[in-house]
């Protein structure tokens, strides 16, 4: 069974970094593209970085540069966020999909708390 554990969320100040971590098991990782999303309170859920097998990476707008997005040969996709700022703020979601059927897994979510 597929199951994405997320690590890295706190409490950081407006300026600030941080690294998420997303440990996949039960799968074979090369088969999957990986990604965040994130849900900030009463909004939407939205896509903020997905990276393919092959690397290829897909960033939001608002990412502005400011974050990366990489994957180890084994087993976990990071997420590199520099510059925070307060609308960052959210509960980030880790994503898996499979490149052959398209199944979609999610994890449980790490709250980032950025402070101005």
């Known amino acids: 069974q597929v199951q994405l554990v997320e690590s890295g969320g706190g409490l950081v100040r407006a300026g600030g970094s941080l690294r998420l971590s997303c440990t996949a098991s039960?799968?074979?990782?090369?088969?999957?593209?990986m990604g965040w999303y994130r849900q900030a309170p009463g909004k939407e859920r939205e896509l903020v970085s997905t990276?393919?097998?092959?690397?290829?990476t897909n960033f939001a707008d608002f990412v502005k540069g400011r974050f990366s997005i990489s994957r180890d040969d084994v087993d976990t996709a990071y997420l590199q966020m520099n510059s925070l700022e307060p609308d960052d703020t959210a509960v980030y979601y880790c994503?898996?999909?499979?490149?052959?059927?398209?199944?979609?897994?999610w994890g449980q979510g790490t709250q980032v708390t950025v402070s101005s």
């Open positions: 994503w898996s999909q499979n490149i052959n059927n398209r199944r979609e897994r």
């Open positions: 039960g799968v074979i990782f090369s088969f999957y593209t």
């Open positions: 990276i393919a097998p092959n690397g290829i």
